[in-house]
Nanobody
Framework: QVQLVESGGGLVQPGGSLRLSCAASGLISSRYNMRWYRQAPGKGRELVAAITSGGNNINYADSVKGRFTISRDNAKNRVYLQMNSLKPEDTAVYYC?????????WGQGTQVTVSS
């Protein structure tokens, strides 16, 4: 049974930082491209960051470039999203996503709230 479990969300003040973690089980994460999406209230799901299986190709949404960093540790089957200089507009549920071109999986999401 494949599971993606996100953690690390919470309430943070504007300008603060959070580190999200996605723990994968039931699959060999090194074979999967990984992404972080987010969904704010009343809005569609947005791609935030993506990293290929080997970690050699990384992409970010324009809205988070220079502030967020995606990384992975294949030995631990984990993917991370370091979020710095957080803004109120970053408030959303953040989801982990894995795909290998044939199969795809979603995590259950973790809430990030940026507010003073």
């Amino acid at each position: 049974q494949v599971q993606l479990v996100e953690s690390g969300g919470g309430l943070v003040q504007p300008g603060g930082s959070l580190r999200l973690s996605c723990a994968a089980s039931g699959l060999i994460s090194s074979r999967y491209n990984m992404r972080w999406y987010r969904q704010a209230p009343g809005k569609g799901r947005e791609l935030v960051a993506a990293i290929t299986s080997g970690g050699n190709n990384i992409n970010y949404a324009d809205s988070v470039k220079g502030r967020f960093t995606i990384s992975r540790d294949n030995a631990k089957n984990r993917v991370y999203l370091q979020m710095n200089s957080l803004k109120p507009e970053d408030t959303a549920v953040y989801y982990c996503y894995a795909e290998d071109g044939r199969r795809f999986y979603w995590g259950q999401g973790t809430q990030v709230t940026v507010s003073s």
